[in-house]
Nanobody, 118 residues
Framework: QVQLVESGGGLVQAGGSLTLSCAAS????????MGWYRQAPGKQRELVAS???????DYADSVKGRFTISRDNAKNTVSLQMNSLKAEDTAVYYC????????????WGQGTQVTVSS
């Protein structure tokens, strides 16, 4: 079994900062990509940021310059530093990992709420 456990969500004022963390555990042979998605009420889940093994990093246009993703491959963790938060960043944030366990597929965390008050 593979588990992704997130932490770090909460309530913050606009302009503030939060850091989300996610740790993958279980029968993991290799992790290819780790990242964060978010889903706001009434909207589809969208990519926020992802980081692949080769170093390629992708960000949603809406968070470029404000959010930074980092990985610790030795610990199977990924973090998202979120600065200059805006009300429109309010959403449930999900950790994602594309990894090889018993087979290669996407795994998801349970989600953590981020609320930015204006």
């Amino acid at each position: 079994q593979v588990q992704l456990v997130e932490s770090g969500g909460g309530l913050v004022q606009a302009g503030g900062s939060l850091t989300l963390s996610c740790a993958a555990s279980g029968n993991i042979f290799s992790i290819y990509t780790m990242g964060w998605y978010r889903q706001a009420p009434g909207k589809q889940r969208e990519l926020v940021a992802s980081k692949a093994n080769g170093g390629r990093t992708d960000y949603a246009d809406s968070v470029k310059g404000r959010f930074t993703i980092s990985r610790d491959n030795a610990k199977n963790t990924v973090s998202l530093q979120m600065n200059s938060l805006k009300a429109e960043d309010t959403a449930v944030y999900y950790c994602n990992a594309n990894l090889l366990g018993l087979r290669q597929r996407d795994y998801w965390g349970q989600g953590t709420q981020v609320t930015v008050s204006s």
